[in-house]
C-alpha cells in the first residue's frame, strides 16, 4: 500500500510519516510526504517519506491528482496555520476539496482527513472569533468528504498536546459535545489514529471524535458506537 500523506512536516503529520514508514498501517506500506518548499524535501525524506514537492494550496485538482497517481491512499493533514483568514479558507477548505477531488480523478479510494474534535455545525465557535475561519473552513471541507464516494475517514482530535504517546483514546458518541476547549489527546496518539484507521475497515464512513482514554487505539476503532 501506497500512502500519501499531505502536509507531511506538519507537526501531526511529521510523526505519522516515520510511523507509516516503520509499518504504522502494517508490513508493506510506502509513504510520500507532500511538502511546498523546497527546503523541506531532505526532511521528509529524513522522516522515511518520499518527499513529493508540491504547494496545494495553489496546485490545482488536476496538479494534484498528478501527485497522487499510484497511491492507495490519501491522509489530509495539512493546514494553513492560523494568519490570515483568507489563506486558511484557501487552505483548509479550498486546497482540501481539491484534494478530494484530486484522490478520485485519480483513483485513490481511501482518504483519511485530520479535523478537529468540534468540526460539527453546531461547533458554538462565535463568527467574530479569530477561530471561526477554521472552524467554518474544516466544516466546509469535511462536509464536501461525507459527499464524496470516496472510502473517507474523518478524525476529530479534542485539543492537541505534545506529550507522549498514551496508545489508548476514548471516542465520542454521536450526541456528546466536548467543545472547542476540552478533551486533551497527544499529537503522537493522533497520528497513531490515523495509521490505525488506514488498515481499521470499520473507520470507513466515520467521523472519528477522540480524547485520551482508557480504550487501545484498535480496540476503539473497532468498536465504533
Known amino acids: 500500500m501506497k500512502v500519501v500523506v499531505i502536509g507531511a512536516l506538519g507537526k501531526v503529520a511529521r510523526l505519522l510519516v516515520p510511523l507509516l514508514a516503520d509499518g504504522g498501517a502494517g508490513p508493506g506500506v510506502d509513504v510520500a510526504g507532500v511538502v511546498r518548499k523546497p527546503e523541506q524535501v531532505d526532511r521528509v525524506a529524513d522522516l522515511g517519506g518520499e518527499p513529493v514537492l508540491l504547494d496545494v494550496g495553489s496546485a490545482s485538482t488536476d496538479e494534484i491528482a498528478r501527485a497522487l497517481q499510484g497511491a492507495d491512499a490519501v491522509v489530509w493533514s495539512a493546514g494553513a496555520g492560523g494568519g490570515s483568514p483568507e489563506r486558511t479558507y484557501a487552505v483548509d477548505r479550498d486546497a482540501a476539496i481539491r484534494s478530494m477531488d484530486a484522490a478520485a480523478q485519480a483513483g485513490v479510494r481511501r482518504y483519511v482527513m485530520v479535523s478537529w474534535i468540534g468540526s460539527v455545525p453546531e461547533h458554538g465557535v462565535p463568527a467574530d472569533s479569530s477561530f471561526f475561519p477554521y472552524a467554518d473552513a474544516k466544516l466546509a471541507a469535511d462536509d464536501h468528504l461525507r459527499g464524496t464516494d470516496l472510502d473517507w475517514t474523518i478524525l476529530g482530535p479534542g485539543t492537541l498536546t505534545d506529550g507522549p504517546p498514551t496508545g489508548r ?3 465520542l458518541g454521536a450526541g456528546e459535545h466536548i467543545g472547542q476547549g476540552g478533551g486533551e489527546v497527544p499529537r503522537a496518539d493522533v497520528a497513531q489514529v490515523a495509521a490505525a484507521a488506514l488498515r481499521i475497515p470499520e473507520t470507513v464512513g466515520q467521523f472519528v ?10 480496540a476503539a476503532l473497532r468498536d465504533l458506537p
Open 169 to 171: 483514546i476514548r471516542v
Open 209 to 218: 471524535r477522540f480524547s485520551t482514554g482508557d480504550v487501545t487505539i484498535p
